[in-house]
């Protein structure tokens, strides 16, 4: 069983790592790499916003797939 509520704590703490306990390493890859890039990007004030959608993301992917399929 997939909990939304760590999904979304890994994905804001790292965005990218609750995609990857949500098993959608595509998605990891993706906000690892542009997080940053908004952080560095603008100074460090979009990086939060990517902190937040990613985190929104796994959560909701969390909720509506809770059975991990392995």
Do not use: D
Request: glycine residues 12%; proline residues 6%; positive net charge.
């Amino acid at each position: 069983m997939r909990n939304p509520g760590t999904a979304a704590i890994l994905s804001f703490i790292l965005p990218g790592m609750g995609q990857i306990y949500n098993g959608r390493y595509l998605w990891a890859i993706f906000w690892l790499i542009i997080t940053p890039g908004f952080w560095l990007g603008t100074g460090g004030c979009l990086g939060w916003v990517c902190h937040i959608i990613a985190a929104a993301q796994s959560y909701n992917y969390a909720k509506e797939n809770p059975v991990a399929y392995r």
